[in-house]
Structures are given as C-alpha cells and as structure tokens.
C-alpha cells in the first residue's frame, strides 16, 4: 500500500459509484477499473487510492471471511434475529431455523424481541425464558418506543450485521431508530396483505456510530439448509452439547436411540418440547435429502 492509499469498508453501490468508510469514518466516493466491477459488493474490504475532493479508485478486494447470497453481502459476522413479543407471534420454528443457518455459516447470532410494549405472547415468554440459558443472546427492545438500542448499539461495536426475522416484526423500524434515517419504509402488517413486498434494489451498510455496520436487508432470504450431515446437525445447538455427553451412541442422532442424553432431557422438561420438536424437524429435512444424494 502506498501513501495515497487507503483500506475502507464497501457501503453501498450506487450508479455506479462505490461508497466506501475509512476507519477515521470518512466515506469516499470510488470508481473501479476494469475487472473489479461486477466482483465489488458491499462488506467487502477494499484497498483504493484518494483522488482530491474526497474520491477514490478501488484497487483490490480484501479476501473475504464469507458471502451471503441474494442479496449479496459480504463478511458478514453478527445477525440479529428480529421477533416480536406479538402482532405477529414468534416463529419459534423459524428462529430455530435461523439460529442454525446462522451457526452454520459461523456468524455470531442476537435474538431481538421487538415490540416489548406490547403483551407477550405464550411463544415470547418461552423464548425469553428458555434461550438466553440455552447460551443464545437475548435483548427485549422496542424499536417504535426506542428501547434499549443502546444496548444494540454496544452490540454493533466492530461488527457487520444483517437482519433477520418475519415480515412484519419491525426490522425496518429498527434500522430507522438506529441510523436516524426514516427513508426506509415501514408498513402497518393489516395494510400489507395483498400488496407486493418492498424489496431492497442495493445492500446499503449503515455506520453505528462509526465504530459498526448494519445491512438494510435481511440477511437470510433463502432458508434452505446446505448440504449437511445429519450427525452434524447437534453441533449447532449449545443447549445439547453437554447433554449429549450421556448418549450411548457417539454419533448419537437423539431420534429412534435408545439410552439418549438429550431425549431424557427433554422427558424431564430441561429442554422443552417445542425445541426438540423444531430439532427433529430440521433432522429429518436434512436426512431426506441424505437419502436423494445417496
Ligand atoms: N407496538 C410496536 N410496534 C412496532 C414496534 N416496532 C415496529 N412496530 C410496528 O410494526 C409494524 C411493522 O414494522 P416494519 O418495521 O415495517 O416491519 P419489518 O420487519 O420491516 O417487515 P417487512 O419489511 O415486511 O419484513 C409497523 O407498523 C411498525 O410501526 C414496537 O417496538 N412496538
Ligand atoms: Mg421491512
Ligand atoms: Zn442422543
């Protein structure tokens, strides 16, 4: 690197122009050459070279710790799991989904319960109970009443985040409270049947106080699981590991087993129904695929 040059975070891609922050939290407007178009895409790292009046050539791409696809994003290391306390229920099924998908790409998840204003739901009472001890981070916010960002906030602290989580649950509410931009649409979750979705054209990272990042957009738009084994599946819940320390069977997949850690755990109510139940469903979704490659 030379000394008109510099390392910046990708914000955005904008006619074709790349947004790009410094550590100092300045942001450059750069133009690429050649082959590095079409490649660039926003959490990437790049190196460019400062041209006056705060513009700048990109001149390479840092490697990349991972890509999330559709909408792309790159080096993504933290995701908060949006869920509302009601006005819609959690998905306890779809965060456990979430919590897995996040697990698997090594991305650091934070569970958010949004819309604490509100009445809980039974659903948000058990998952403020059960996963904070099951090891997962849970913060109860509201983004509308702006409680507790601050919280979420400390959280940013050197990170690239995306959201996740159900239509309807205030994830857009929740970038707006953050970044103080209200160009992001929100919508009432009555006013939105029959209408088509408001769909993100750019991945646009937003600065936490210069110090974090957060995507626009939900992170995980396709919620197949990858291609994986089985027996691998437990490994991505900290709620099991020391359980299963008393199956049998080493490779011990907690379904048909007998003398399993995990099901007695389950008889005596330490992991609840809904959790195990969500498990087995992820388990046999990925053992019928199993059985179409074998
Ligand atoms: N009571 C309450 N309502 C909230 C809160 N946060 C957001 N809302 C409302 O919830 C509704 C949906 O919010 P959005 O931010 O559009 O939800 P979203 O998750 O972005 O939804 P999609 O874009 O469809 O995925 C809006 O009417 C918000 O005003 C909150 O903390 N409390
Ligand atoms: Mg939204
Ligand atoms: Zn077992």
Not at 91 to 118: E, F, T
Request: charged share 25%.
């Amino acid at each position: 690197m030379t000394d008109n040059q510099s390392v910046g975070l990708v914000l955005k891609n904008y006619s074709g122009f790349y947004y790009v922050q410094t550590r100092d939290g300045r942001i450059y407007e750069c133009k690429t050459r050649g082959k590095l178009k079409q490649q660039v895409v926003s959490g990437d790292w790049v190196t460019f070279t400062r041209l006056d009046n705060g513009r700048g050539i990109l001149e390479n791409i840092h490697p990349r710790a991972n890509l999330l696809y559709r909408p792309k994003i790159a080096n993504v290391t933290m995701v908060l799991i949006v869920m509302a306390v009601d006005k819609p229920a959690p998905s306890l099924s779809l965060l456990d989904r979430l919590l897995l998908l996040a697990g698997i790409q090594k991305i650091i998840p934070c569970i958010l319960l949004n819309k604490c204003d509100l009445k809980p739901d039974e659903k948000a009472i058990w998952l403020q109970e059960y996963y904070p001890q099951a090891g997962y981070k849970v913060l109860r916010i509201s983004a509308k009443h702006r409680k507790n960002l601050e919280a979420i906030r400390q959280l940013l602290q050197g990170q690239i985040a995306v959201l996740a989580g159900p239509s309807g649950v205030g994830k857009s509410s929740l970038i707006n409270s953050l970044t103080d931009n209200q160009l992001l649409k929100t919508q009432e979750v009555s006013s939105k049947i029959g209408r088509g979705k408001h769909t993100t054209r750019h991945v646009e990272l937003f600065s936490i106080d210069d110090k974090g990042w957060i995507a626009d957009t939900p992170g995980f738009s396709v919620l197949d699981l990858p291609d994986m084994k089985s027996t691998q599946l437990s490994d991505y819940y900290p709620d099991f590991t020391e359980l299963g320390q008393e199956c049998k069977f080493r490779n011990c997949l907690h379904h048909r087993e007998k003398e399993c850690g995990v099901k007695a755990a389950v008889d005596s109510g330490k992991i609840p129904e809904f959790r195990y139940h969500n498990y087995l469903r992820l388990l046999e979704e990925i053992m019928e695929k199993e059985k179409c490659y074998r």
